[in-house]
């Protein structure tokens, strides 16, 4: 069994920072891509950022050059560190990430989420 258990999130003014954390546990071999994932009231869920194992990052236009994902494999943890945030920033925040661990004596590969996180910009 994976879990991914997020922290931080919450409230904070046009233009401040936060930092969300994701950490997964369990019988875990290797974790691939992870990822962050928003949903806004009345949206889609989007693709916010991600990282490889190696370390190479993608992002939406929208939070490029204000957000910068990272991750910690030997902590098995993901970060999103969120500056600049706007309004529109506002969501419930999911991490994902593709991992490779045991079932039994089985390897089996999957997708597992995080709780999610509300974060919300607003003066």
């Known amino acids: 069994q994976v879990q991914l258990v997020q922290s931080g999130g919450g409230l904070v003014q046009p233009g401040g920072s936060l930092r969300l954390s994701c950490a997964a546990s369990?019988?875990?071999?290797?974790?691939?891509?992870m990822g962050w994932y928003r949903q806004a009231p009345g949206k889609e869920r989007e693709l916010v950022a991600r990282?490889?194992?190696?370390?190479?990052?993608n992002s939406a236009d929208s939070v490029k050059g204000r957000f910068t994902v990272s991750r910690d494999n030997a902590k098995n943890t993901l970060y999103l560190q969120m500056n600049s945030l706007k309004p529109e920033d506002t969501a419930v925040y999911y991490c994902?990430?593709?991992?490779?661990?045991?079932?039994?004596?089985?390897?089996?590969?999957?997708?597992?989420w995080g709780q999610g996180t509300q974060v919300t910009v607003s003066s």
């Open positions: 994902k990430a593709n991992v490779l661990h045991y079932v039994g004596s089985s390897l089996r590969t999957a997708d597992y």
């Open positions: 369990g019988s875990i071999l290797s974790i691939n891509v």
């Open positions: 990282i490889s194992s190696g370390g190479t990052t």
